[in-house]
């Protein structure tokens, strides 16, 4: 019998079952995709924004010392109101993590997808107590004591708790009866990557436009490129299908005119992807011998960058009750253990939710009196350093004021 059983190893499963086995729990680790121990995959433009706060999860995983190319620190962040085609507003606001005194000194780090994937996959098969399935679909039956998994490859075994992470179209979270309501936002996301004339000295851009938000964020560059950040790039669905037809110069010339001559010259690099845009909130995050956890628990609109690290929060927290519950020698489905993970995550995630979805709505117009307003408002927030303070260890899932 395994203790946990994760289905599904995408960032969020995949940090989760390396954190748990690293500590010392027997894990089975199930996913339809094959999972090579090592792949090279090349650069396809998407990386992830991942927080100071969930750092801490890829170190205790064993992940982060070995990530296979160089992550790139956040160390300011500039938000700015405007339109396309014209120079930001002034009335911006200005965060630098110079201000904290917090230890790694970056509000956060982008980390390619394919370095991140590398490192999972490597990592899933170096651990003694983390057996992996893949590819395998897995047919879950929960009881009150255990729980019986069927791979479609023909194994079988039991487990004290099985963790939902397979996306959003969770198939053990509608099996459980779990209710997800949606709502669409009706914008894409394009995300891309682009090589630039200038360094971005560490800084990431959120420039608020009337399509939607639009984010330069800074990456480590290489030998072939060094100066590189990624694009997430808000749009109206119907303009952001046009906008992905575009040859690259055409694309890279949209670009340049949302994110302004800072960086110089740009030019597009790697594949571009695009996403349809909605939230989801789940009504809870357990069931009978059932956690669930990244993207099948919840979804945000993508303005403040959080999607990833709300997830890698649900696994910390996760992972924290269930370590304890391996030294006290606890049951890992027990239904009081469940019910602390859900109140563990119920306020983070709707606040989070609530959030997201106030400033998408906030920022994606182009009324001229709710401009002003949110001009005015940003430049009283860059005037309140305390505020500022507490916004930046927000962000950084670090709390505190």
């Known amino acids: 019998m395994y203790d946990v059983?994760?289905?599904?190893?995408?960032?969020?499963?995949?940090?989760?079952?390396?954190?748990?086995?690293?500590?010392?729990?027997?894990?089975?680790?199930?996913?339809?995709?094959?999972?090579?121990?090592?792949?090279?995959?090349?650069?396809?433009?998407?990386?992830?924004?991942?927080?100071?706060?969930?750092?801490?999860?890829?170190?205790?995983?064993?992940?982060?010392?070995?990530?296979?190319?160089?992550?790139?620190?956040?160390?300011?962040?500039?938000?700015?109101?405007?339109?396309?085609?014209?120079?930001?507003?002034?009335?911006?606001?200005?965060f630098d993590v110079g201000t904290l005194n917090e230890p790694g000194g970056a509000l956060g780090w982008m980390v390619e997808a394919r370095s991140f994937r590398m490192a999972l996959n490597a990592r899933l098969h170096q651990l003694n107590s983390l057996d992996v399935f893949a590819p395998a679909e897995a047919a879950v039956t929960r009881g009150t004591n255990e729980a019986a998994i069927t791979l479609s490859t023909g194994e079988s075994f039991t487990a004290r708790l099985v963790v939902a992470a397979e996306g959003r179209d969770s198939r053990l979270r509608r099996q459980a009866g779990i209710t997800a309501q949606r709502w669409p936002y009706h914008q894409s996301g394009i995300v891309c990557a682009i090589a630039h004339e200038y360094a971005h000295n560490r800084t990431a851009l959120e420039h608020f436009l009337p399509g939607g938000p639009f984010a330069q964020l800074p990456m480590a560059g290489n030998d072939a490129e060094p100066n590189l950040s990624a694009?997430?790039?808000?749009?109206?669905?119907?303009?952001?299908?046009?906008?992905?037809?575009?040859?690259?110069?055409?694309?890279?010339?949209?670009?340049?005119?949302?994110?302004?001559t800072h960086l110089g010259a740009i030019r597009p690099v790697g594949r571009r992807w695009v996403y349809p845009l909605s939230a989801m909130y789940v009504h809870r995050v357990t069931a009978e011998r059932l956690a669930i956890v990244g993207d099948a628990a919840h979804g945000i609109h993508p303005i403040a960058g959080q999607g990833l690290n709300?997830?890698?929060?649900?696994?910390?927290?996760?992972?924290?009750?269930?370590?304890?519950?391996?030294?006290?020698?606890?049951?890992?489905?027990?239904?009081?253990?469940?019910?602390?993970?859900?109140?563990?995550?119920?306020?983070?995630?709707i606040s989070m939710l609530a959030a997201t979805d106030g400033l998408d709505r906030l920022f994606s117009t182009d009324n001229a009196a709710i401009r002003l307003v949110r001009d005015l408002g940003l430049a009283a927030v860059h005037r309140m350093p305390a505020l500022k303070r507490a916004f930046m260890r927000q962000a950084m899932g670090v709390g505190g004021a």
């Open 231 to 260: 694009i997430v790039w808000t749009e109206r669905t119907a303009d952001a299908a046009r906008y992905m037809a575009l040859d690259d110069s055409s694309f890279g010339r949209e670009i340049a005119r949302r994110l302004g």
């Open 310 to 349: 709300l997830g890698l929060r649900d696994a910390i927290a996760l992972a924290d009750l269930l370590i304890a519950a391996h030294s006290a020698g606890e049951d890992f489905g027990a239904p009081a253990l469940l019910q602390r993970y859900q109140r563990a995550r119920r306020v983070d995630v």
């Open 5 to 94: 059983c994760i289905v599904g190893t995408g960032p969020v499963g995949g940090a989760l079952a390396c954190r748990l086995a690293a500590a010392g729990l027997r894990v089975a680790a199930v996913d339809r995709a094959a999972l090579p121990p090592m792949e090279h995959p090349d650069f396809d433009g998407r990386a992830y924004a991942i927080a100071a706060g969930s750092r801490r999860l890829l170190e205790d995983a064993g992940l982060w010392a070995t990530l296979p190319l160089p992550t790139g620190p956040i160390e300011q962040i500039r938000v700015s109101d405007g339109k396309i085609g014209r120079p930001a507003s002034r009335l911006c606001v200005h």
